[in-house]
């Protein structure tokens, strides 16, 4: 929805490289989640922050709620790394629910 | 782990019937079920937000005479379409999770709706 800003929509890599992903957010957000979507629409858990960083293997996420953004950084791009990625926010209007941001379809190519 | 399960993974209707979803927790005890609705262009809706013993709050543009929820317990719940029609099509998301913890939200697979 509006709260969130994803960039880049679409992304394309090669195997080896790195890339970041951004999301702004445009209103109070307490804790941000980070998806990867399968080509069947599994929603798969990347990362759940309510501030700071965590790192999993060759992904890394940081979360900045005084400056309203998130971001996921890839490294060294698989090709198992492809699919649509996803920032979703907990914030206003509803705490407990997630606003989404529009995606980031990801390609590696070898 | 936290697991979420959905069923049907995919179900076709006729336009003007209706069909019900299902949403099954694993491993915790999903006391808030959001319901969403993921267009074929991949933006997310939030359709309604459940919490175990309290009123099931509609967003804007949904409401519970057209997806009627159920949420009995901590492990599962439910929702139909009623009397769906091309624009109701889309790929349905239950997200879980115990709002007594962490605030993570687990998601099932989802159910993919074509209306016919």
């Known amino acids: 929805g509006d709260q969130v800003e994803q960039s880049p929509s679409a992304l394309s890599l090669h195997e080896g490289t790195s890339s970041a992903l951004r999301c702004n957010f445009t209103t109070t957000t307490r804790s941000v989640q980070w998806f990867r979507q399968n080509s069947r629409g599994s929603l798969i858990n990347l990362f759940y922050l309510a501030s700071g960083t965590k790192e999993n293997g060759r992904l890394k996420s940081a979360f900045d709620s005084k400056e309203l953004y998130s971001t996921l950084h890839i490294r060294d791009a698989q090709l198992e790394d492809s699919g649509t990625y996803f920032c979703?926010?907990?914030?206003?209007?509803?705490?407990?629910?997630?606003?989404f941001g529009s995606g980031t379809k990801l390609t590696v190519e070898p | 782990g936290a697991l979420v399960y959905q069923y049907p993974r995919r179900t076709i209707c006729k336009s003007g019937t209706s069909m019900r979803m299902e949403c099954q927790a694993v491993?915790?005890?999903?006391?808030?079920v959001a319901w969403y609705r993921q267009s074929p262009q991949k933006t997310f809706e939030l359709i309604a937000l459940s919490t175990v013993n309290s009123a099931i709050k509609y967003e804007q543009n949904f409401t519970q005479e057209k997806f009627p929820i159920s949420h009995p317990n901590l492990s599962f719940s439910s929702m139909t379409v009623l009397n769906a029609y091309l624009e109701d099509r889309g790929l349905y998301l239950c997200g879980a999770r115990d709002d007594r913890g962490d605030a993570e939200q687990f998601f099932g697979p989802g159910t993919r709706l074509t209306v016919l």
């Open positions: 491993g915790f005890q999903a006391t808030s």
């Open positions: 979703a926010a907990e914030g206003m209007p509803n705490y407990n629910v997630l606003y």
